[in-house]
């Protein structure tokens, strides 16, 4: 069966830096578009990042922007979330998720469209 698996996740300071991982199997992993998600505690889950079944094209949320960078591996069938200067609101539980559903201009960032989903690895971001 499919199974996503992130990694990566922790306690750091502000301004500090993390890298996720999630490593998926059961699934022709290159021809999956892969995306990262969070939510933090009372609020609804909001769309990080997405790149494409190549790599070549990938997808931010404004409040990430110039800080994460997503990326993949398809001979490893992992994708990365490089996280740098942390800040306290980054705070939550981080999910990766894979589709093949990349039509409609906004694809990326709508949960609904992704199939498959990995179990969370929490990140803490102290002040």
């Known amino acids: 069966q499919v199974q996503l698996v992130e990694s990566g996740g922790g306690l750091v300071q502000a301004g500090g830096s993390l890298r996720l991982s999630c490593a998926a199997s059961?699934?022709?992993?290159?021809?999956?578009?892969m995306g990262w998600f969070r939510q933090a505690p009372g609020k609804v889950r909001e769309f990080v990042a997405a790149i494409s079944s190549t790599g070549l094209t990938t997808y931010y949320a404004d409040s990430v922007k110039g800080r994460f960078t997503i990326s993949r591996d398809n001979a490893k069938n992992t994708v990365y979330l490089q996280m740098n200067s942390l800040k306290p609101e980054d705070t939550a539980v981080y999910y990766c998720?894979?589709?093949?559903?990349?039509?409609?201009?906004?694809?990326?960032?709508?949960?609904?469209?992704?199939?498959?989903w990995g179990q969370g690895t929490q990140v803490t971001v102290s002040s």
């Open positions: 059961g699934l022709t992993f290159s021809s999956y578009a």
């Open positions: 998720a894979a589709t093949t559903r990349v039509y409609g201009s906004r694809w990326y960032s709508e949960d609904f469209k992704y199939t498959y």
